[in-house]
């Protein structure tokens, strides 16, 4: 499977670039750096920067809309081989949704594709077609492949572009049935047709990984699959215990003693409402690792700090949205406690959980310390209810835009004392990119020798 991931913002970059007048040429061209995440049978190719080509790198040819020089070439070129990264040809129909190849396009840009892949073919290169929303590619991968992989591109921002991914067969059956079960059941969906026309498909195409299937976790996929989420990647190895019943949902007697599995649990609950639904359970997220990156968006309910640390890093390198869910009860004085909690919304290339100053190297040292133990801490299943919630709220925003808030970064706080959930005030100063995880940093590492 290989997916083509471009940020909002960096789409919006081109498409302003793209849509330049210039003195002589009737549109422009430029170019995508890409970086690489690959494992088994997983490519995420990332578009990390964009580069316009100069003025002066075109020429007047009236038999065509636009010519470049061998300049704009052999600088893209350069690229590939001084930067370590591909190169992507890329131009605008304008308009909006995936755009197709024209027969100019079919002509003339393959072979130019398969030069810039003939540079490395380590790199991931080829050549796209951009709307203003969305964008169509044909991108050879990394390896020794001469044909491109033609796929629509995933946008990462608000709203998200799912992309339905069917390449086998089983893919495309299960795509048909399920089609054909949301025709029939479309009572089911009704009251939540606000939505937008196309939220029940864009739902029921959208892969959630949800870290942690406790207290909070449990919620998360109730919800979700009750939304009408059905592809789940679900990470937990613990089982049910008598201390959990307080506020896991849909955990029973019966699963104590029989000692189920949380992660089965959550299946249970989800196949309940989908009895063809997708979900895939690991023991660790850490070897999950392919199957976490295929997702659209991860959850992440975990106790510790240093844990929420590396999955947020974990989705920064492979440009997946990550939302933080999380509560803790302080005590104040004699007899007097505050539950406290978080739901945050860490988009890649926007403010991270290190720029919310929520992970701070004081908390990851502090928990170091006690051996990253978070121990026995209190949990409630009225405040995860309440912040898991929000969360489910965040997503379905995110995927459907349904409230055209255009909010891709988000920190809210809970209070339980006044059940109060409000803006962290810090966000609002944190307009520019994080500086932590730039986006050029996306993908596998790359090693260059000395
Ligand atoms: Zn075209
Ligand atoms: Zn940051």
Not at 6 to 32: C, N, Q
Not at 39 to 61: F, I, N, R
């Amino acid at each position: 499977m290989q997916k083509v991931k471009l940020l909002k913002t960096l789409l919006d970059e081109a498409v302003a670039d793209l849509h330049r007048p210039h003195s002589f040429a009737a549109e422009r061209v430029g170019f995508f750096s890409t970086n690489c995440s690959s494992t088994g049978k997983t490519t995420l190719v990332h578009c990390v920067a964009y580069h316009s080509v100069p003025d002066e790198q075109y020429l007047q040819d009236h038999s065509v809309g636009v010519r470049i020089g061998s300049a704009a070439i052999t600088d893209a070129m350069a690229r590939i081989a001084v930067h370590k990264v591909g190169q992507v040809h890329v131009h605008s129909h304008g308009g909006v949704g995936v755009p197709s190849p024209s027969g100019v396009d079919s002509a003339e840009l393959p072979s130019l594709g398969r030069s810039l892949h003939n540079v490395d073919h380590g790199k991931a290169s080829g050549w796209a077609i951009l709307s203003g929303n969305g964008g169509w590619s044909s991108i050879a991968p990394p390896g020794n492949s001469e044909i491109g992989v033609e796929s629509a591109i995933s946008v990462v921002g608000y709203p998200l572009t799912i992309v339905q991914h069917g390449a086998d067969r089983r893919t495309r059956w299960s795509w048909r049935r399920l089609f054909k079960k949301r025709t029939t059941l479309v009572d089911r969906f009704d009251r939540q047709g606000f939505l937008g026309p196309d939220s029940d498909t864009i739902l029921a195409c959208l892969r959630v990984g949800i870290v942690g299937l406790g207290g909070g976790g449990s919620h998360m996929a109730q919800q979700l699959a009750h939304l009408g989420i059905t592809r789940f990647v679900l990470c937990d190895h613990d089982r049910i215990s008598e201390t959990n019943l307080n506020r896991t949902v849909s955990a029973t007697e019966a699963d104590v003693k029989r000692k189920t599995k949380k992660t089965a649990i959550a299946e249970r609950t989800i196949r309940s409402l989908h009895d063809d639904a997708d979900v895939v359970k690991v023991e660790m997220w850490e070897t999950g690792a392919e199957l976490l990156m295929r997702c659209d968006i991860i959850v992440g309910c975990v106790d510790t700090f240093g844990g929420r640390r590396d999955l947020e890093a974990f989705c920064r390198r492979h440009l997946i949205p990550y939302v933080d869910v999380g509560m803790d009860v302080q005590q104040l004085g004699d007899q007097k406690y505050e539950i406290i909690g978080q739901v945050i919304l860490s988009m890649p290339g926007k403010a991270c959980m290190h720029c919310m100053n929520f992970l701070t190297d004081e908390v990851l040292a502090e928990e170091a310390r006690r051996y990253g133990a978070a121990g026995g801490r209190p949990q409630v299943v009225w405040s995860n209810g309440v912040l898991c919630s929000a969360a489910v709220g965040i997503i379905a925003d995110l995927a459907t835009g349904w409230s055209r808030s255009g909010r891709d970064s988000i920190y809210l706080n809970f209070r339980g004392s006044n059940l109060s959930i409000s803006d962290d005030p810090r966000l609002q100063y944190l307009l520019g990119p994080c500086p932590h995880y730039p986006l050029i940093e996306a993908g596998d590492p790359t090693w260059t020798p000395l």
